[in-house]
Nanobody
Framework: QVQLVESGGGPVQPGGSLRLSCASS????????MGWYRQAPGKQREMVAL???????NYADSVTGRFTISRDDAKNTVYLQMNSLKPEDTAVYYC?????????WGQGTQVTVSS
C-alpha cells in the first residue's frame, strides 16, 4: 500500500524559508496530480499548490510568487519551497496524491512562522 510521508516542517522566523518534502513509498505516477494543502487552527483545510504528472502547476493566490511546488520523479518525491514566510502561513501542511478512487493523504508536518 502506497504511503505519503511529509518532512521539513518546523519553526521559522517571518521572512524565512523552508522546504517541505513529500516522499511516496511507491511511484508518484500512481497519481495524476500531487498537491500541498494546509490547515490552520480553527480553519478549513485549503489547497496551497498542485502539480500534475506532466508538470503543470497551480497555486493559491495567497502563496503565488512565494511558494514553488516541484517534483522529482526519480525519487518519487514532491517538494514545496516556501520563501518569504508570513505568520499567516502557520499551519499543518499535508501532502495529497490525487488518483482515481480514493485520494491519499500524508500525516502532515507543522510549520510555525513566528518571531
Amino acid at each position: 500500500q502506497v504511503q505519503l510521508v511529509e518532512s521539513g516542517g518546523g519553526p521559522v522566523q517571518p521572512g524565512g524559508s523552508l522546504r517541505l518534502s513529500c516522499a511516496s513509498s511507491g511511484s508518484i505516477f500512481t497519481f495524476y496530480a500531487m498537491g500541498w494543502y494546509r490547515q490552520a487552527p480553527g480553519k478549513q483545510r485549503e489547497m496551497v499548490a498542485l502539480i500534475t504528472s506532466s508538470g503543470i502547476t497551480n497555486y493559491a493566490d495567497s502563496v503565488t510568487g512565494r511558494f514553488t511546488i516541484s517534483r522529482d520523479d526519480a525519487k518519487n518525491t514532491v517538494y514545496l519551497q516556501m520563501n518569504s514566510l508570513k505568520p499567516e502561513d502557520t499551519a499543518v501542511y499535508y501532502c495529497k496524491g490525487l488518483r482515481r478512487g480514493q485520494d491519499l493523504w500524508g500525516q502532515g508536518t507543522q510549520v510555525t512562522v513566528s518571531s
